[in-house]
């Protein structure tokens, strides 16, 4: 490579997901060739969003200001609140759903051999929510992995202590997916809670 | 979106190449989530690099300083001039061939309907280079596309005014490829081309 800098800037782009080496090297002739004033935008963009984007005090979801527009928004029904692994998960049940009730974002699972437990959660902070008595209903929207089973388990538990009833996402076969290409273990519980037809 | 400035993060990702709306997301969330640090650097050589680098008054490849590190390596044969349309295929000459020549990066391709024509490829400097009198043979390595082609010729005949002796690169059957998936065209030009069997 005759220059250094680029070098740099390819090794650089590799942080992004899902970005190998060829691609990199693909973004930064794009960036340096054909979109100078685009690429000096994200470096201004990328550079503010992550010195200002914190957590939402309230639901630790991203947040430029301290609580987020989704936690103070009067429109939202606050008796129902929807816990959720990531930032992206809240943003796909945003998308894809009706829902209209607050959210609490975890931010990870709990995985006791990584060091993850109910504290790096915000588990405290989900608990005095809870004890507040405004919400009726915790639906936990982990993960169908075994952490994110273990962590709605935890969750379930948490919520039946402070009197909250807790909820869990249905589990089955994918709607529009062919049994044949299902995987055995969704296929045996879409098949042991089977429901009678109307 | 809860944050206006995730959103504008989100949409300065998709001056990359092949990023649309859904892997933007992925990345921001990515950056902001798990890699800070990472992101921070990304941002600031994305910054310098569209800063610094320019191209090189000799053979019009990125580079940050006047004359690039390859137009003044003493070890590379000055006889020797290969004109490729970017740097893109500079670099993937460079990986897969010996070639201890010299480079000249057009930037482009002759099109005269886009309004590129002879200066916008800086012929003028490559003409001037080849009437310095050291370079013998200029190696065509512009693409095999209708454009590419006629750039070629355009360079075949600039060469020759010059005494320069011009060459394309060899045109067949890719190496590893089946006949049956190879297109008309390659397969009809390498059919003509054949050579006899030593």
Redesign the interface.
Known sequence: ??????E??IE??R????VGRK?A?????????R??D?????????????D??GH?ERCR????DAV???CTAPARDPQLLCAVE???DL?AIEQATGYRGRYFVL?GRLSPLDGIGPRELGLDLLSSRLAEGEVRELIIATNPTVEGEATAHYLAQLARQHGVRPSRLAHGVPLGGELEYVDRGTLSHAFGSRSEMP
């Not at 930064?28 to 060739?33: D, F, K, P, R």
């Open positions: 490579m005759s220059s250094q800098l680029l740099q800037l650089a782009f942080v992004l997901p899902g691609t090297q693909r973004m930064a002739y794009h960036v340096l060739e979109e100078r685009g690429g000096k935008k994200l470096a201004e963009t990328l550079q503010s969003a992550i200002k984007i939402c979801d991203f947040s430029e987020c527009a989704t990531s930032p992206a943003l931010q």
